[in-house]
């Protein structure tokens, strides 16, 4: 499966983004699905993920309350990653990846996008 990543931008402090993850190749549906992140000169780090069924997510400590996690398993097989009251902590490449399982570490992900950049101005 391919993924691609879009929605990132630059946007002020106390703004909002919306990501998307679309898939092609094979239905998105039948992975668990996750957000990764990695600022400059740092390691990358979980954001979210969601699971096959959209029935069980997880969240970082980082962006708990403000970042949410969905997903549309019909015609547009996307996951979404809805960002509200951005800080410029928040800007960093963010990474799409599907796998068997939503877990928070990036080795039990199969697939990945090519990232969409978020940066956040104070």
């Known amino acids: 499966v391919q993924l691609q990543a879009s929605g990132g931008g630059l946007v002020q402090a106390g703004g909002s983004l919306r990501l998307s993850c679309a898939a092609s190749g094979r239905t998105l549906s039948t992975y668990a699905t996750g957000w990764f992140r990695q600022a400059p000169g740092k390691e990358r780090q979980f954001a979210a993920t969601i699971s096959r069924n959209g029935g069980y997510t997880v969240y970082a400590d980082s962006v708990k309350g403000r970042f949410t996690i969905s997903r549309d398993n019909n015609a547009n097989n996307t996951v979404y990653l809805q960002m509200n009251s951005l800080k410029p902590e928040d800007t960093a490449v963010y990474y799409c990846?599907?796998?068997?399982?939503?877990?928070?570490?990036?080795?039990?992900?199969?697939?990945w996008g090519q990232g969409t950049l978020v940066t956040v101005s104070s």
């Open positions: 990846a599907a796998g068997s399982g939503a877990t928070t570490t990036p080795s039990t992900y199969i697939y």
